[in-house]
């Protein structure tokens, strides 16, 4: 089965640090990672997706993430933090057993930027 | 575009009783979702449709959860007799096609309290 892992319930980041936001992947076949991003009081937001190509992937908002084959794994990261990047993040993988199109989350990772 | 569009943005309600959660899609996405978010058990997907069709509804908890899609606009999340358990905060996203993994659209949710 399809899982994914968000091993840090938190990060803490100095603002104008570069930060990383861990996850790690179980799939059977070719990977869909996604990473969203969740206000308080919001619903989710799309940060972007690694589907196929440049394991570089670049999203909204300067964030950008690694796609690593060997490791499983596709940190969230951006060089210079912001305290308004302070929210809940979200990495997730799509589920395509027996055809379904639907995505597994994460726990979570808190990221809180201090001034 | 406006965006998925949940209403009631809350709800309090006594145990026992009816609600009913509504959402409006992304007009001319296919696939809708729906969400339940709790502290305990993070980000569930309760239920998802296809062109109004059921697809995987695994994560209703219990009967007392109904889902329907009866147009491509429009979609209800249904619990009754309501419990404390329940309160949460109900998320719709839509998204369009399969194949390409298509990132999904959230909606502010809907924050219910059962008392």
């Known amino acids: 089965a399809q899982s994914v892992a968000q091993p840090e319930d938190q990060v803490n980041v100095a603002e104008g640090n570069p930060l990383t936001v861990k996850c790690t992947y179980s799939v059977s076949g070719n990977p869909y990672l996604f990473w969203y991003v969740q206000y308080p009081n919001r619903g989710l937001q799309f940060l972007l997706k690694?589907?196929?190509?440049?394991?570089l992937v670049k999203g909204s908002y300067g964030f950008e993430a690694e796609f690593n084959k060997s490791q499983t794994s596709f940190h969230l990261k951006k060089p210079s933090a912001l305290v308004s990047d302070s929210a809940l993040y979200f990495c997730?993988?799509?589920?395509?057993?027996?055809?379904?199109?639907?995505?597994?989350f994460g726990a979570g990772t808190r990221l809180a930027v201090h001034p | 575009d406006a965006g998925v569009i949940q209403s009631p943005r809350h709800e309090v309600t006594e145990m026992g009783q009816e609600v009913t959660l509504r959402c409006k899609p992304i007009s001319g996405h296919d696939y809708l979702f729906w969400y339940r978010q709790t502290m305990m058990r993070g980000l569930e997907l309760l239920i998802y449709f296809n062109n109004n069709v059921p697809i995987d509804d695994s994560g209703m908890p219990e009967d007392r959860f109904s889902a329907k899609m009866p147009n491509a606009s429009f979609s209800t999340l249904k619990i009754q007799p309501s419990e404390p358990r329940d309160s949460a905060v109900y998320f719709c996203?839509?998204?369009?096609?399969?194949?390409?993994?298509?990132?999904?659209?959230f909606g502010p949710g809907t924050r219910l309290t059962v008392l």
């Open positions: 997730a993988v799509r589920d395509n057993y027996l055809g379904y199109n639907k995505l597994i």
């Open positions: 996203a839509s998204s369009l096609g399969a194949e390409t993994g298509n990132e999904q659209f």
């Open positions: 690694y589907i196929t190509g440049d394991n």
